[in-house]
T-cell receptor, first 114, second 112 residues
Framework: DQQVKQNSPSLSVQEGRISILNCDYT??????FLWYKKYPAEGPTFLISISSIKDKNEDGRFTVFLNKSAKHLSLHIVPSQPGDSAVYFC?????????????FGKGTKLSVIP | GAGVSQSPRYKVAKRGQDVALRCDPISGHVSLFWYQQALGQGPEFLTYFQNEAQLDKSGLPSDRFFAERPEGSVSTLKIQRTQQEDSAVYLC??????????FGPGTRLLVL
């Protein structure tokens, strides 16, 4: 049973527009969430994270929103650039419960069209 | 500074062969994690070390998988008697004790 779900396998966006990637989770013990970006033949690269005590975190062009009651988070990229084309993984962990392993979704492949 | 490094980057093994995968974490990082990523899937947790202590090995799929970190820095993931279903990318990550983990480039293992 997938505890972290990314229901869109792929997303295409025009350069300059907003990209919105979604993630849902089922485990209410998760209290910290991260987004990673992955290029082919490379390891995941950390992008941005959010603690469950917040509902928004922003870093440059990247903003993550967390809706705890809906167990839903999203990553907004604005404006989207061709170099953002990659697979994006949502991950969750429960440090508050003493568990530090990351549980990942299956990823969403973002294509930014010039 | 240097990131997480892994070697070899690619490994082809015959079924039944033993393999050893190495991870060099970021210097000073106390926590080290191993993940397995199958094609089209997200990484899945295998095991976790804090310094030299293996605190969680609940994700290891069978007793053919063994990991060690004897001096609290470099770690080795060993797979004995490899099977075709072991073919995957093996990712190592380290952290300084905070929630953020930094990943290496991975070792792509192909078992024929």
């Amino acid at each position: 049973d997938q505890q972290v779900k990314q229901n869109s396998p792929s997303l295409s966006v025009q350069e300059g527009r907003i990209s919105i990637l979604n993630c849902d989770y089922t485990n209410s013990m998760f209290d910290y969430f991260l987004w990673y970006k992955k290029y082919p033949a490379e390891g995941p690269t950390f992008l941005i994270s959010i603690s469950s005590i917040k509902d928004k975190n922003e870093d440059g062009r990247f903003t993550v929103f967390l809706n705890k009651s809906a167990k839903h988070l999203s990553l907004h990229i604005v404006p989207s650039q061709p170099g953002d084309s990659a697979v994006y993984f949502c991950a969750a962990t429960s440090p508050g419960a003493g568990s530090y392993q990351l549980t990942f979704g299956k990823g969403t492949k973002l294509s930014v069209i010039p | 500074g240097a990131g997480v490094s892994q070697s070899p980057r690619y490994k082809v093994a015959k079924r039944g062969q033993d393999v050893a995968l190495r991870c060099d974490p970021i210097s000073g990082h106390v926590s080290l994690f191993w993940y397995q990523q199958a094609l089209g899937q997200g990484p899945e947790f295998l095991t976790y070390f804090q310094n030299e202590a293996q605190l969680d090995k609940s994700g290891l799929p069978s007793d053919r998988f063994f990991a060690e970190r004897p001096e609290g820095s470099v770690s080795t993931l060993k797979i004995q008697r490899t099977q075709q279903e072991d073919s995957a990318v093996y990712l190592c990550a380290s952290s300084d004790g905070t929630e953020t983990q930094y990943f290496g480039p991975g070792t792509r293992l192909l078992v024929l």
